[in-house]
């Protein structure tokens, strides 16, 4: 078995237990009228849940979602706008790209959607992932930075050779755009999952969700939160083998190297997808010297955990340690 092959094993095994774990504990909130349902995306399993059936609305905002954020796709937006470098873009695009440049000017590019030159280099998640040459990267590093972004008035411009990698945010901003479409139908109670990275939870209720231990497929806790959204980023669970060592799917945009964080796993709860997805990521990488400044903040909330087992729980949020190999622990 080859280490691609062996990777995507892993996620989907993972990701398939995860699913398992949601439906048990969200079961347990809803009436028997509830359903459940899955379809893929995104490069995972998509799991649907709740008073009413509203997997088709779901499924077809995942697949719009794709074609504009996709950038391993030559038809979507942002691979067009990688080739071109300079276009007119959807209002979907411009608000997303000026929501994360915001978002990287108030926290750093500990995450950046710039990445794309180091992500097509390294071909993490793809068929044939390599580790590139100090020179390769090096060159790669100079495309990186938000500032490379420029928005005016409809049209986006990319300097400096600069590639956009949508990975961090794709699955963040389809849930944001689900929340919308239920909205507008007055839907009830819902869970949309994708994978074991992020979650809806919509409707006037409060949730369980399980949050799985960075070592494995076990429970760490049990997150309890009012509606919002939940994304948790390591990379324990996306990685590949080269010559028997392991390298994770999130990169350092310092040294264009997969991170070395001593993070080993961060969940974030707020009330935007996208930004959950962006500070779940943005935090793990940056690791356990920035830490304080993210537990105390009043726009979200985090769970994070290191590589000691210490688990690390914002003030004010309600979760339960059920997993006895870790220990709660006082700000970092």
Wanted: aromatic fraction near 10%; charged fraction near 25%.
């Amino acid at each position: 078995m080859n280490s691609e092959k062996k990777s995507n094993k892993t996620v989907i095994i993972t990701i398939v237990a995860l699913i398992a774990v949601i439906a048990i504990f969200v079961s347990l909130l809803f009436n028997s009228d509830y359903s459940e349902s899955y379809f893929y995306s995104m490069d995972t399993f998509v799991e649907v849940i709740g008073d009413n059936d509203v997997k088709d609305d779901a499924k077809r905002i995942f697949a719009d979602t794709e074609k504009i954020f996709d950038n391993y796709n030559s038809e979507s937006e942002a691979s067009r706008l990688n080739t071109s470098g300079s276009m007119s873009v959807s209002e979907q695009m411009k608000n997303a790209l000026s929501r994360i440049t915001e978002l990287n000017k108030t926290y750093g590019n500990d995450a950046d959607v710039t990445i794309g030159e180091i992500t097509k280099l390294w071909n993490i998640t793809g068929e044939v992932p390599s580790v590139p040459t100090d020179d390769k990267i090096k060159s790669a590093l100079e495309t990186v930075g938000y500032e490379n972004i420029k928005i005016n008035g409809d049209t986006v411009t990319l300097e400096n050779n600069t590639q956009l990698d949508f990975g961090c945010v794709a699955k963040g901003i389809a849930l944001d755009y689900a929340k919308e479409e239920f909205d507008r139908q007055g839907a009830g109670k819902c869970v949309v999952s994708a994978g074991s990275s992020s979650i809806l939870l919509y409707g006037d209720d409060t949730f369980t969700t399980c949050i799985l231990s960075p070592d494995s497929d076990s429970i760490l806790g049990e997150l309890h939160t009012d509606a919002g959204f939940v994304s948790t980023s390591g990379g324990y669970h996306r990685y590949t083998v080269i010559d028997g060592a392991e390298y994770m799917h999130i990169f350092d945009t310092e040294s264009g190297y997969p991170s070395k964080t001593d993070l080993t796993s961060v969940t974030v709860y707020c009330q935007n997808g996208l930004d959950s997805d962006f500070l779940s990521t943005m935090i793990f990488a940056g690791g356990t010297e920035k830490l304080t400044e993210y537990l105390n903040n009043e726009d979200f909330s985090i769970v994070a955990v290191d590589k000691n087992k210490n688990v690390y729980v914002s003030e004010g949020l309600d979760f339960d340690l059920t997993n006895t190999y870790y220990k709660l622990c006082e700000e970092k």
